[in-house]
């Protein structure tokens, strides 16, 4: 690769202007000083580029990037993935009693049942997840209504949370302060989702959903921590305070029967209040851990989805799903990577071919003009 360099040296020279030692209204002089940097003269490189250096370049990239997409879309396609839309939309749907008759006011749960058929078998470990759509965790206001001092354990925060929390601070009613105060908090999801499998022989088997392990360690053990003593129970820990405006229960009865998954550190919470960055998210609810023996951990067959519909949606024209899914070494099923390093690697072996033809041509004639008669 050939490159053009300018070296510039310090030149010592004198301000010219209009004034004289006796003057004493001389006009100032504008100029800037005469030095590398005011005067644009500091060392510069520039490369230039020609064909010997940017058609290996090309080729390189497109020789690159189309192995590596087609071996990031072939594993993401190996992913297996079952989504079940339930939010109770359409007449024929099970859940559609609980979508028109739940709100947020309604002191007792719906109960709905969805059932499917997985084709293939789900080998390895299977991840549930619930999805919504229309949901945008990603507003400025929804994103700061939080207390991470009260989420953290900080006693004084927890009488006395953020005023980012507003409306949600204290209880319009008793006026004590919210734990957890916010949003964020405030919106937790609640459906409760329970899987069966249908046996061939017509016998029915509850698929065990594991519920810890879903979080981050970071969040689970640094960012989130439960007030007060550990001696002392929960009720005594969160005592003086009122639960979320939307919440069914206090936030020490999450998981009341495990004490390491109760309260601000209850994993379900915890994953909730990580927010998403766009409107459509689906996040962690359960793991479906291989069984130990070579059987796959969940056969082909009928399931049945037992829903207990918590979480009204149709009020912001949302969408609830659940979604099955195993992972790879990339992570969860997404070709977009693939496609984009397909897509990347064909453009640039394509304009290195096209700009190796156009190099040829028209440099074989540039030669033969060269030549004497």
């Avoid at 354990?153 to 980012?164: D, F, I, R």
Wanted: with cysteine.
């Amino acid at each position: 690769m050939m490159a053009s360099s300018y070296n510039a040296k310090e030149e010592d020279g004198h301000h010219s202007g209009s004034s004289t030692h006796g003057g004493t209204g001389a006009a100032k002089n504008k100029k800037p000083d005469n030095t590398a940097f005011k005067q644009q003269r500091l060392p510069a490189w520039q490369p230039i580029l020609t064909a010997g250096t940017v058609l290996p370049a090309f080729f390189v990239i497109g020789l690159l990037f189309i192995p590596i997409g087609i071996g990031l879309y072939v594993t993401s396609n190996n992913i297996k993935e079952y989504e079940i839309d339930y939010t109770g939309v359409e007449p024929n749907s099970p859940c559609y009693d609980c979508a028109n008759s739940f709100t947020w006011n309604s002191t007792t749960s719906c109960v709905c049942t969805v059932n499917f058929t997985l084709v293939q078998p789900f080998e390895s470990n299977v991840y549930m997840y619930y999805g919504l759509s229309n949901f945008y965790q990603n507003h400025r206001r929804y994103v700061k209504s939080r207390d991470d001092s009260q989420l953290n354990g900080v006693q004084s925060s927890l009488t006395n949370p953020s005023k980012e929390c507003e409306p949600y601070r204290t209880n319009p009613e008793t006026k004590l302060p919210i734990a957890p105060c916010g949003a964020i908090a405030n919106s937790l999801f609640n459906d409760t989702l329970e899987l069966y499998y249908n046996h061939p022989d017509g016998n029915m088997t509850k698929v065990n959903l594991v519920k810890k392990g879903i979080a981050w360690y970071t969040d689970k053990h640094v960012k989130f921590r439960n007030p007060g003593n550990e001696k002392d129970n929960f009720t005594e820990r969160f005592k003086g305070t009122a639960k979320p405006v939307n919440w069914m229960k206090p936030v020490y009865e999450l998981d009341p029967l495990d004490p390491e998954n109760n309260g601000f550190i209850n994993e379900d919470f915890i994953v909730w209040m990580r927010t998403a960055a766009l409107p459509t998210f689906r996040k962690l609810y359960r793991i479906i851990q291989k069984k130990p023996d070579s059987a796959p951990t969940l056969p082909s067959g009928r399931y049945f989805l037992n829903v207990t519909y918590n979480y009204p949606v149709r009020s912001f024209d949302g969408r609830k799903r659940m979604i099955l899914s195993t992972i790879s070494w990339m992570g969860g099923k997404n070709p977009f990577l693939g496609i984009a390093y397909i897509t990347v690697g064909s453009i640039c072996f394509f304009l290195g071919v096209v700009l190796l033809i156009i190099h040829h041509k028209y440099d074989t004639r540039s030669n033969s003009a060269d030549i004497p008669n």
